[in-house]
């Protein structure tokens, strides 16, 4: 490892590591504001991509059936993100980002299993089907109790903001440890050559 590199490395990964533990506590300390905030980026998300969408479904050079089925998302997106705005700092903006996670949980269920039964070869297989399950309850649960679902998943993403930028933090030591280790080895085997 170069030496200088390590030093520029551990620093970095050591800013990154606070940078997600401020986060990390940012989300623990304000879970309503980072919830309103977080509706409010999937709503911009929305517009983004319904807009995109829609310009797919006119300039693509694609099936009929496919052009249909963007433009019909792309609308769906549009007519969303017009009601999180609508609604921007309301609990129905948070309502249509948890239906959002909930929906997207079921559907990675359903593709997770049809695939592990589909593909008999696969390795795994049986992990396949229980990620499946797993997923469609989760999304169940977050269709069933969307505000308080919500929560969870923040503080949930709170914590795990905080342990990662704890690993971050605990790795730019570790690098500085190793780049330190590495120039004394280099030191010691110049001056031996040299020798």
Do not use: N
């Not at 989300?27 to 977080?38: E, F, Q």
């Not at 969408?53 to 006119?58: C, G, M, N």
């Not at 609990?91 to 593709?111: C, D, E, H, M, P």
Request: charged share 10%.
């Amino acid at each position: 490892m170069d030496c200088t590199l390590g030093k520029q490395v551990w620093k970095g990964t050591l800013v990154w590591g606070v940078l997600t533990i401020v986060l990390g506590a940012m989300v623990l300390v304000w879970p309503g504001p980072t919830i309103l905030v977080s509706s409010t980026i999937f709503g911009v998300y929305l517009l983004i991509s319904g807009l995109a969408e829609l310009f797919s479904a006119f300039t693509l050079p694609r099936s009929a059936a496919t052009r249909v089925m963007l433009f019909l998302t792309g609308a769906l997106s549009l007519v969303l993100a017009i009601l999180s705005f609508h609604h921007i700092g309301d609990a129905y903006a948070v309502l249509l980002l948890s239906l959002w996670i909930g929906t997207g949980f079921i559907f990675l269920g359903v593709s997770e299993t049809a695939v592990a039964v589909s593909e008999r070869d696969l390795p795994g297989r049986g992990w396949y089907v229980v990620l499946g399950l797993m997923s469609v309850i989760a999304g169940g649960v977050v269709l069933v109790w969307p505000f308080d679902s919500i929560l969870a998943l923040t503080i949930v993403g709170g914590v795990s903001l905080v342990v990662l930028g704890l690993i971050r933090v605990v790795q730019a030591f570790q690098i500085r440890s190793d780049t330190k280790a590495v120039s004394e080895a280099s030191e010691t085997l110049s001056q031996r050559v040299a020798a």
